[in-house]
């Protein structure tokens, strides 16, 4: 081979490899990855200096504060995360993963089910409830490591159920008005609904600080919000369902940079 | 007629769907009015008092990102030294359920008369902030900010 | 006690004006909201922000219900000299939490 033909195929071979996870189980992507928007690009300019400027984002309440919990003696062996696990930067780029499917546990896991997890099995302590203040500052302190790497999880081998039950789920329509996340998220992204932007869904910057909860709120409680947006039952926080759909989400956000704790309306 | 409005930039009134709404957070309190804000102001500075439009900044959106919590920054220019400085900065409103919204005291260990919070605005309205100097003299300012209701119901 | 957050230099050449930045978790629940059974949400409100810097008071902030939760603010001093940067929030029963940093100047 030539040195001009190796490089065109050593490009070609880097662009259907960056691609591939684009085009996962034959699935033709809704919003091309140029048009790619993180919710950021929908909210104020004043919103969005809140959340790029650590020294004033509210979100870094809880990030301090699971840094405390990460030093914190838990549980029967009184272990702490840092003894098994060092200094949070160690836990850089896993975030960027999740959700991921546990072959050991046989199931699908977000970032909060592994804090649940390792919590629970491994300090032998009490269990950390959705929502709760020192699950929402652990979660923000974990995914806050990866601030600023795209978000890259793997839909293919054991994890392709779960991301076909949530890619279902995605496109069925809900509750008394009737209609599905891709009917707001991917045909309707930028058109106004009120006085708002309606955005493309991302879940690039989970736990979020919401003014409208004016407090630090997980991913769960945000799509628990979708599902009452449309006059829905919504699923438990940590249903499968849920997980499902987090995991669908996940991958349409393939390449979107992490932002927690990000700022949103 | 709403005063203040009337400085409105063009992209606010292309939005068409600006909704000029009452938010959740107030509950059943009844707003406040420009007559107990004006109360309000005389208690705290004086019945009276001589207020001069000028010297102070402030800087709040011109459209709120949601009422429960809006960024709010205010300057005065002064040297902050021992003889001529701002010795407090005031906050009304004229349409919150309390008219006080929040005070800051200063003094010649500022440096500068910058400071930065976030309050909540119950409705689209004017926030006026006055700034008392050590010479005893008041000084006010004034931002117009557009408070809508949120899109979607959000009950959890 | 709630968690704190402060933003200061932990050092500053003497006669420099520096800018503090303090977050507090707190509710600032204005007693206007109602629960989902129509009951109302009690006050609950941070009333009082100190900074005091080797033992002087160089900042106050007297908060009332407009303030946002998580009540947030930036205020500058000058560095004066080496010592605590006290800081005090009192809410409205007279509880205070209570933070401090050094700052060292040269």
């Not at chain 1, 997980?243 to 956000?253: G, M, P, Q, T």
């Not at chain 3, 930036?74 to 940093?101: C, K, M, N």
Request: charged share 25%.
């Amino acid at each position: 081979m030539t040195s001009r033909r190796r490089q065109r195929f050593a490009v070609l071979a880097g662009l259907a490899l960056g691609l591939a996870p684009l085009l996962v189980a034959g699935q033709e992507r809704a919003i091309a990855p140029s048009d790619l928007r993180s919710g950021r690009e929908f909210v104020s300019p004043e919103t969005q200096a809140q959340q790029d400027d650590l020294t004033v984002n509210p979100g870094m309440l809880w990030v301090e504060q699971g840094e405390k919990l990460w030093r914190e003696a838990a549980g029967e062996a009184g272990q702490s995360c840092a003894a098994c696990h060092g200094e949070p930067s160690r836990l850089k780029g896993v975030a960027a993963r999740y959700p991921v499917y546990d072959a050991k546990l046989g199931r699908l896991l977000n970032l909060e089910g592994r804090i649940q997890h390792c919590r629970a099995e491994r300090q032998k302590a009490d269990p950390l409830a959705y929502e709760s203040q020192p699950l929402l500052a652990l979660t923000a302190l974990v995914a806050h490591q990866s601030r600023g790497l795209p978000m890259s999880v793997a839909v293919d081998g054991p994890a392709q159920p779960f991301f076909e039950t949530g890619r279902a789920l995605y496109h069925e329509r809900q509750g008394q008005l009737d209609l599905s996340c891709t009917q707001c998220h991917d045909e309707s992204w930028g058109k106004r609904l009120r006085a708002e932007r309606i955005s493309q869904g991302h879940a690039n910057g989970f736990p979020i600080y919401r003014l409208e909860w004016q407090t630090l709120g997980s991913l769960h409680r945000r799509l628990r919000a979708c599902f009452q947006g449309v006059r829905a039952e919504p699923p438990a926080s940590g249903a499968p369902e849920l997980l499902a759909l987090e995991l669908y989400l996940a991958w349409r956000a393939h390449g979107l940079p992490i932002e927690t704790p990000a700022v949103r309306r | 007629m709403r005063r203040g409005l009337e400085g409105m930039s063009r992209r606010t009134l292309l939005a068409g769907t600006v909704g000029i709404l009452v938010l959740p957070l107030i509950g059943d309190r009844a707003l406040a009015t420009p007559d107990s804000m004006a109360e309000a102001m005389d208690e705290v500075l004086g019945k009276g008092a001589r207020i001069k439009p000028g010297r102070v900044k402030i800087e709040l959106p011109e459209l709120a990102e949601n009422g429960n919590s809006v960024p709010l920054k205010l300057s005065v220019e002064s040297p902050m030294t021992a003889a001529d400085h701002v010795k407090a900065l005031y906050v009304f409103s004229e349409r919150n359920p309390v008219s006080n919204v929040v005070r800051f005291h200063l003094g010649p260990r500022s440096g500068a008369a910058r400071v930065q919070t976030s309050i909540r605005l119950a409705a689209t309205q004017r926030i006026t902030a006055v700034a008392r100097m050590s010479d005893g003299s008041l000084w006010s300012g004034t931002a117009d900010v557009i408070v809508t209701q949120a899109a979607c119901l959000d009950e959890t | 006690m709630p968690a704190t957050r402060i933003v200061a230099p932990a050092k500053a050449r003497k006669g420099e004006v520096i800018e503090i930045k303090t977050l507090i978790n707190h509710p600032q629940e204005t007693g206007f909201r109602r629960d989902n059974v129509g009951r109302a949400i009690p006050r609950d409100i941070i009333t009082r922000f100190t900074c005091t810097y080797a033992g002087e008071e160089v900042f106050r902030m007297d908060l009332f219900t407009g303030v946002a939760a998580n009540p947030f603010v930036a205020f500058t001093t000058i560095a004066t000299e080496t010592g605590d940067l006290v800081f005090e929030w009192t809410d409205q029963h007279g509880t205070v939490t209570r933070e401090q940093a050094r700052i060292v100047v040269t």
